[in-house]
């Protein structure tokens, strides 16, 4: 059973900013892209956003409009972990933040975290 660890998420202030970590031990960590949804307060799973993806090999990546030039997502196959660097937090960022492993080559094989809060409040 594939696991999905995140942590790092808590309450900032405006301008603030957080890091927050996905590690999924156990698989071959190269072979998935890794993604972080937000859901935001109020709504359902299915309107989840995509802010950020990383591919496997690091070097490909996607942003949100939302969020370009304040998130940075990375990733070190080594530990199996991947992060994303969120700054300049503004209040529209709350919501509860998934981590999802998505195996490149077997399309509909994803894993997901249990979600961790993020709450940008003065």
């Known amino acids: 059973q594939v696991h999905v660890v995140e942590s790092g998420g808590g309450l900032v202030q405006p301008g603030g900013s957080l890091r927050l970590s996905c590690e999924v031990p156990?698989?071959?960590?190269?072979?998935?892209?890794m993604g972080w949804h937000r859901q935001a307060p109020g709504k359902q799973r299915e309107e989840r956003e995509l802010?950020?993806?990383?591919?496997?090999?690091?070097?490909?990546?996607y942003y949100a409009d939302s969020v370009k030039r304040r998130f940075t997502i990375t990733r070190d196959n080594a530990k199996n972990t991947a992060y994303l660097q969120m700054n300049s937090l503004k209040s529209e960022d709350t919501g509860v933040y998934f981590c999802e492993a998505r195996k490149i080559k077997r399309p509909g094989t994803d894993y997901w975290g249990q979600g961790i809060q993020v709450t940008v409040s003065s």
């Open positions: 156990g698989i071959t960590f190269s072979d998935y892209s």
């Open positions: 802010v950020a993806q990383i591919g496997g090999g690091g070097t490909t990546t």
